[in-house]
Structure formats: C-alpha cells, structure tokens
T-cell receptor
Framework: ETGVTQTPRHLVMGMTNKKSLKCEQHLGHNAMYWYKQSAKKPLELMFVYNFKEQTENNSVPSRFSPECPNSSHLFLHLHTLQPEDSALYLC???????????????FGPGTRLTVL | KNQVEQSPQSLIILEGKNCTLQCNYTVSPFSNLRWYKQDTGRGPVSLTIMTFSENTKSNGRYTATLDADTKQSSLHITASQLSDSASYICVVGPREANNLFFGTGTRLTVIP
C-alpha cells in the first residue's frame, strides 16, 4: 500500500444528495491533491493543498468543495452533482513543497463515484 | 489536443513475452517524465522518473527510455508476468508551470 487511504471506496448518490469523500495520508507529507479520472480521459487535477492552504483550483465547479483541516486529511464535499461527474476520484500526497511538476506523488486507491 | 499521447491504447501479450509502450509529448520546456502503473481499482504507482538529462531508467523488469530531442519516451517490459496486467500512464512535468500533463494510458493485458 502507498500510505494514502480513501473512504468510501465506492459511492452511489442521487443528484440531490450531499456526500463527502475522505482521504488520509500516513506519510508525513505536506501537500495533498484531488484528481478526477474519467474513462478514456487523462487524469484531471482538481485541487492542491500545501500546508493546509489551497494553492490550486483548476476551474472546478462549485458543486465540489474541498476541505483540508490538517496536513494529513483532505475531504471533498459533494452536492447537487450531475451524472457526468461519475468517475474515479483519486487523492494523492507529496513530501515536498507542493510543486506539482517535480514532486513525487503517492496516490490512494480512489473512490468510484456513480451519480444517478 | 492532449500534450501527452500514448500508444497503443490497449495491448494483449502472452506471459513471458516482452513489450514496449510509447509516449509522445509536446510539453515544452520540459522538466521530467514519469511512468505510472495503475492496477484495476487502485491508484497509480510510480515506476520510473527521468529528468530531461537522463535517457534511461530501470526498475526491475521495467526500463524507460527518453529522447528529449524527439520528445518521445518508451516503457519496455521484459519477460511479462500476469501481474503486469494494468494501465500504464505517462506523465510529463513542465519546467515553467506548476502542473502535470497526463496521457490517457495504455491498457496492458498479459494472458497465460
């Protein structure tokens, strides 16, 4: 295992539901990331947190709301999602400064989200 | 157009055979190139990382090569095993932007 855990592993929700994804890293890293992985598409970086501060938000719709209470935990709050939001949501962490282009990222197993 | 293109999209090989996966990129200027392995239902795991000054890097039966002049990389898998069945993703880090560019991956299936 990589030292990054995600819960739940699978989630099915309706468009009117509110749910949260959780990520925890046990590696002592300073930076954490949310990615979206859709079928036959490249990974899409959603959010970056460096020392609990959000440093990147790649034009993600407001129905996705991240929260980073400390450097070990990262949440993704979901509300009024659309069916096209169905995807694998991956969390990652890195040791260094949150410089995305050079840090080595360690990924969690992902949460498979289905929006009905 | 994606700045990282991988080929083939999918590949089926017999156990014990070798194979080579390709990655072409247009990211410039470029800092590093990584290959990740992603098993079904898992997150990606780093196999190799090469900077622009390196042209080969090995990790067990996996050998990555890089030609920064032609902007091409390959991942060669030797003596394939059933556990090599996975998606292999090429990722390029630019030198002057805080971002990563991901390929869509090659889905490798090793059959007995």
């Amino acid at each position: 295992e990589t030292g990054v855990t995600q819960t739940p592993r699978h989630l099915v929700m309706g468009m009117t539901n509110k749910k949260s994804l959780k990520c925890e890293q046990h590696l002592g890293h300073n930076a954490m990331y949310w990615y979206k992985q859709s079928a036959k598409k490249p990974l899409e970086l959603m959010f970056v947190y460096n020392f609990k501060e959000q440093t990147e938000n790649n034009s993600v719709p407001s129905r996705f709301s991240p929260e980073c209470p400390n450097s070990s935990h990262l949440f993704l709050h979901l509300h009024t999602l659309q069916p096209e939001d169905s995807a694998l949501y991956l969390c990652a962490s890195s040791q260094e400064t949150g410089t995305i282009s050079t840090d080595t990222q360690y990924f969690g197993p992902g949460t498979r989200l289905t929006v009905l | 157009k994606n700045q990282v293109e991988q080929s083939p999209q999918s590949l089926i090989i017999l156990e014990g055979k070798n194979c080579t996966l390709q990655c072409n990129y247009t990211v410039s200027p470029f800092s590093n190139l990584r290959w990740y392995k992603q098993d079904t239902g898992r997150g990606p795991v780093s196999l190799t990382i090469m900077t622009f000054s390196e042209n080969t890097k090995s990790n067990g039966r996996y050998t990555a090569t890089l030609d920064a002049d032609t902007k091409q990389s390959s991942l060669h898998i030797t003596a394939s095993q059933l556990s090599d069945s996975a998606s292999y993703i090429c990722v390029v880090g630019p030198r002057e932007a805080n971002n990563l560019f991901f390929g869509t991956g090659t889905r490798l299936t090793v059959i007995p």
